[in-house]
């Protein structure tokens, strides 16, 4: 097995810290999605999927992805609540992959309430 040469390592790095800023750093947007096993069941993996490569593709650094648990949401599963820094979330259901690429287009990067994906906004 051949050296790591410096630039290797660095690029290694790089591409971790971005993975790890998605999940854990600080933000404008953070977008829960729930994985309990209804929600896993109704495609929630893919629609997880959707939100993380749109955020690559657009190389956006002020989102984080965070999954929980079962949020009481069966019947209108996949779910995805976008909470911004000020506290106003808005719930997003019926969700596929590409829908959470659309949310990622116009909630994230133009600020516009996707309203035909929309439960319930704002949350209590």
């Known amino acids: 097995m051949g050296r790591l040469k410096l630039e290797?390592?660095?690029?290694?790095?790089?591409?971790?810290?971005?993975?790890?800023?998605?999940?854990?750093g600080t933000y404008e947007y953070r977008i829960i999605v729930p994985m309990g096993t209804s929600g896993i069941a109704a495609g929630a993996r893919d629609v997880l999927k959707g939100f993380l490569e749109a955020i690559a593709d657009h190389d956006l650094h002020n989102v984080i992805v965070t999954q929980t648990g079962f949020m009481g949401t069966d019947v209108i599963q996949p779910v995805a609540l976008v909470e911004d820094r000020e506290g106003n979330k808005v719930m997003y259901c019926n969700l596929t992959a590409e829908k959470a690429r659309e949310i990622i287009e116009r909630h994230i990067m133009k600020g516009e309430t996707v309203r035909e994906y929309v439960v319930s906004t704002p949350l209590e």
């Not at 290797?8 to 854990?24: A, G, H």
């Open 8 to 24: 290797d390592l660095r690029r290694i790095r790089e591409e971790t810290k971005k993975k790890m800023d998605v999940r854990e």
